[in-house]
């Protein structure tokens, strides 16, 4: 399937050489595995710790940095995509999911925290991200993160 990402940089040279592809192979990956079949565009911004710290305080109450923000197009249904509940991109009828927002920094430091590197956490955001635009979330500790954190070992290939 063709989806549309768009990658931008809010700090010019922020990022690794293999960032974009990165996020792409993560966003396909996360796609396929939700049986999305329709072409769908995803925005992707990278950025420092500063400035993904003033969209969280602008957009959420939260005046600290995080590792990746999420802000979904369409309201729907974890594991029950329908095209017909999206917005669709007027010229190409390409379904809009959604933009994200990933801090390079803190991906850097995540990944040598947890002691798997840069490429894998940067994956594993992008692919964090596209659940929460499919309708993810983990607002509790209950059953949705439990089904939010099945889909991210399945996709990611840890189960």
Do not use: W
């Not at 040279?13 to 329709?38: F, P, Q, R, T, Y």
């Not at 017909?84 to 803190?106: F, K, N, T, Y």
């Amino acid at each position: 399937m063709k989806h549309e990402v768009y990658i931008s940089r809010e700090v010019i040279g922020l990022g690794h050489n293999e960032s974009a592809a990165l996020i792409k192979k993560a966003i396909n990956m996360a796609l396929d595995a939700e049986g999305i079949d329709v072409p769908c565009i995803i925005s992707v911004m990278l950025t420092d710790d500063e400035g993904i710290q003033t969209v969280n305080r602008d957009f959420r109450g939260v005046d600290r940095a995080t590792d990746v923000l999420s802000f979904p197009m369409n309201e729907l249904v974890p594991g029950e995509f329908d095209e017909d509940m999206c917005e669709h991109d007027m010229d190409s009828g390409a379904v809009l999911l959604g933009d994200m927002m990933i801090s390079i920094p803190r991906c850097e430091e995540q990944g040598a925290e947890f002691g798997h590197g840069y490429k894998r956490e940067i994956m594993y955001l992008t692919v964090h991200s596209v659940l929460h635009l499919l309708g993810y979330d983990h607002i509790d500790e209950g059953e949705m993160k439990a089904q939010m954190r099945a889909r991210e070992k399945a996709i990611m290939g840890d189960d």
